[in-house]
């Protein structure tokens, strides 16, 4: 079983860790660790400001959800092993196969949940805009949105008939 690295899909992950994805049975187990071992990590870590880079907790204005790039090596370290330690009998086996000392360590299966967490939970991720949604919340209106993209985008120097029109 090959290590993968934190920005490769659900997918790719499930079987590097030997799960189908088609599987229900193996989709719960997915969920139980991202659920009851990952996101309580997660929640831990947003408690307050001292797992952050110390130029990021000394801005004032900073507040959750935080960043993964804002959080400090050695507290992602922390946050990877601890929910290895405390994962439940039924996925502990699941995790125990992620332990590695390479590029992916101390472990490749927490890392990658975690990761997931905080990228799921990013107000600029892109998928929560795709879905009409601003991260207030409130609905987009998709013609005001398209039209803010063609304003916003700057027009590159050749013709693309997809971005461009047909004449």
Same mark, same amino acid.
């Given at each position: 079983?090959?290590?993968? $690295? +934190? ?5 790719? #992950? ?5 799960? %189908? ?44 959800? #935080? #960043? ?17 330690? %405390? ?7 699941? #995790?125990?196969?992620? $332990? ?6 101390? %472990? ?7 990761? &997931?967490?905080?990228? &799921? ?13 601003? &991260?207030? $919340? ?15 985008? +700057? ?13």
């Amino acid at each position: 079983m090959s290590p993968v $690295g +934190p920005r490769v899909s659900k997918e790719e #992950f499930m079987l590097a860790l030997g799960l %189908n994805p088609q599987d229900a049975q193996h989709e719960q187990y997915y969920r139980a660790m991202r659920q009851d071992e990952a996101i309580i990590v997660y929640n831990r870590m947003h408690q307050d400001t001292s797992h952050l880079l110390d130029s990021v907790r000394a801005d004032p204005t900073t507040r959750p959800p #935080f #960043f993964w790039h804002h959080i400090r090596p050695d507290r992602q370290r922390w946050a990877i092993t601890e929910i290895w330690r %405390n994962a439940a009998p039924l996925t502990r086996p699941l #995790f125990d196969r992620g $332990g590695t000392n390479g590029e992916y360590g101390p %472990n490749w299966v927490s890392g990658w949940l975690l990761y &997931s967490v905080f990228r &799921s939970r990013d107000v600029r991720n892109n998928r929560n805009r795709r879905k009409g949604e601003t &991260s207030s $919340g409130a609905e987009i209106d998709p013609k005001k949105a398209k039209q803010n993209e063609e304003t916003a985008s +700057p027009k590159k120097g050749y013709y693309d008939p997809v971005r461009n029109g047909t004449l």
